[in-house]
């Protein structure tokens, strides 16, 4: 559950670019995968503007909330803390990945269309 738990958190990554009125429109409908520097995969996805699918990389799945908060995205599954990101310049959109640097290493993230499991 630990490494479930800093998948969600470590999907609080952190975009460049243009200002975004809101951030979070391109998640809506969308899944978000983070690969960890195991391999360890977790999948979140974003049916409406309020809740998220948590896949762990057991197969386990947990429900969970997200909202915007200015230019952060902020998350919250199970009794884990929220957890927000740093403000984001650029919204995640389809197709777009990148790396971010988390306290076990760093992580891929990349959107994808739909739900993606």
Do not use: H
């Not at 995969?41 to 309020?50: E, F, G, L, N």
């Not at 057991?58 to 915007?68: F, K, L, M, N």
């Not at 230019?71 to 884990?80: L, M």
């Not at 403000?87 to 992580?107: H, R």
Request: aromatic share 6%; with cysteine.
């Amino acid at each position: 559950m630990k490494k479930f738990v800093l998948a969600v958190a470590v999907s609080t990554f952190a975009f460049a670019g243009a200002a975004l009125a809101n951030v979070g429109d391109g998640l809506v409908g969308n899944t978000v995968t983070l690969t960890g520097p195991d391999g360890a995969v977790t999948k979140i996805y974003y049916p409406d503007a309020s809740s998220i699918v948590v896949k762990g990389a057991d197969g386990s799945e947990a429900p969970g909330s997200w909202r915007v908060s200015d230019n952060t995205i902020c998350t919250k599954v199970g009794d884990a803390p929220e957890n927000c990101t740093a403000p984001i310049e650029e919204a995640p959109a389809v197709g777009s990945s990148g790396t971010i640097d988390g306290a076990q290493g760093q992580v891929q993230w990349a959107v994808s269309a739909g739900k993606d499991f």
